[in-house]
């Protein structure tokens, strides 16, 4: 059974950083691309990073030099390591896959969207 479940949210303040967790278990994620969404109250869900079976990686311009994505095969997790953030970061954080090997962040295949696998999210909040 594939699962992600996500750790490493909390409240930070302005300028601070943060690691994301997101635990794969019941498949080997080194062999898919796994997406970091995130979604604010009102707001529409939005992709933030993404890392290949290559381990290529993408980001939205909105974090670009600020969040980095990686893998730990040995631990079967990939994280997102945040710094500099700022308020409009705060949302609910998922991570996702869609088993398939490589990245399409800024325009999500239905395959991720609808059939994907999702973790149930981690909260982040960035106030002073």
């Known amino acids: 059974q594939v699962q992600l479940v996500e750790s490493g949210g909390g409240l930070v303040q302005p300028g601070g950083s943060l690691r994301l967790s997101c635990a794969a278990s019941?498949?080997?994620?080194?062999?898919?691309?796994i997406y970091w969404f995130r979604q604010a109250p009102g707001k529409e869900r939005e992709g933030v990073s993404c890392i290949s079976n290559s381990d290529k990686t993408t980001y939205a311009n909105s974090v670009k030099g600020r969040f980095s994505i990686s893998r730990d095969n040995a631990k079967n997790t990939v994280y997102l390591q945040m710094n500099s953030l700022k308020p409009e970061d705060t949302a609910v954080y998922s991570c996702?896959?869609?088993?398939?090997?490589?990245?399409?962040?800024?325009?999500?295949?239905?395959?991720?969207?609808?059939?994907?696998?999702w973790g149930q999210g981690t909260q982040v909040t960035v106030s002073s």
């Open positions: 996702s896959t869609d088993m398939y090997p490589s990245c399409e962040l800024t325009s999500p295949p239905a395959s991720l969207l609808y059939f994907g696998s």
């Open positions: 019941g498949f080997s994620s080194s062999n898919y691309a």
